[in-house]
Every structure is written in C-alpha cells, then in structure tokens.
C-alpha cells in the first residue's frame, strides 16, 4: 500500500493514498473533450484521445477504469467499432464503457458486442451526455475498488 504524509492537526501522519479512477476519452471533437474536462475535473485522471492509435497507446499502458466512447472519429479508415473490437481482443476489461454517437444503429453494434464479450456498456444519448450518470458511476465504481 501507498501512504503519503500528511499534517492533520498539526501532526504528521502517515494516510493511505487513494488510487485515482483513470478514464480514457475517444472522441474527435474538442470540444466534447473541453466539456467532459469540466464536468469530471479533479474526479479522476483524464485521459484525452482523438484518435484510435492515441487510445490504443493509452488503453494498453495505464489500464483505465472507465472509457467513454464515440463511434464516428473523424476517420475514414476507422471508427469506434475498430476500438471495440481492439478492447475486445484485450486482456483488461474496465469498469464502465459509455458509448455515444449520433449513429444510433453503429452504437448499439458496439453495444452489443461489448455486452457479448462480458463488458459492462452503457448507451448515452449523443444530444446530451448525463454526466450526473457518469459522475455516479465513478463513485460507484471507487467504493467498489476500495473494498476488494
């Protein structure tokens, strides 16, 4: 275990340091990424990619806990579905994927095959992210880290 030194009341004391929740963002737009950013600061380490090379590196490297997904990246040669099927043919599994995109039948395909594989996806409207959902699961999610 971890431990920092903390002052509390001033004396030293030795505390565990909590693991913060890692999430990896994949979506093409920048200002989705200024947005979640806002909302999730200092909740958990951001981890922003615009392309799925970018989220290959870092899904491999720092094993996040969540992902939040969009399916149509502003490629021609891939999608979000390249992604899925990356995670898929991965050892690591995270703790939620939420999955949004304006394609609704592609997002139910990467739904589906996320939920055939064990993962536990969640569908987001695209028009409106409920990040009070993604905040909740994040607590959710640390209290249940912090008990196994």
Not at 8 to 33: C, F, G, S, T, Y
Not at 34 to 43: A, Q, R, T, Y
Not at 57 to 67: A, G, N, Q, S, T
Not at 123 to 136: D, H, V
Request: include cysteine; proline fraction near 4%; hydrophobic fraction near 35%.
């Amino acid at each position: 275990m971890i431990k920092t030194l903390v002052s509390i009341e001033n004396k030293l004391k030795w505390i565990p340091l909590m693991k913060q929740l890692k999430v990896l963002v994949l979506d093409d737009r920048a200002e989705r990424h200024i947005k979640i950013n806002s909302e999730l600061i200092g909740s958990c380490i951001l981890f922003n990619c615009y392309t799925l090379e970018a989220a290959k590196k870092v899904y491999e490297k720092e094993k996040p806990d969540f992902l939040l997904l969009d399916r149509d990246l502003d490629s021609k040669e891939y999608t979000g579905e390249d992604f899925v099927e990356y995670m898929i043919n991965n050892s690591h599994k995270p703790g939620f994927i939420f999955i949004h995109s304006i394609n609704s039948p592609a997002a139910k395909r990467m739904y589906d095959s996320l939920k055939e594989h064990n993962f536990n996806p969640i569908l987001m409207p695209f028009i409106s992210i409920n990040y009070k959902q993604i905040k909740k699961a994040l607590k959710y999610y640390e209290g249940r880290k912090k008990d196994s």
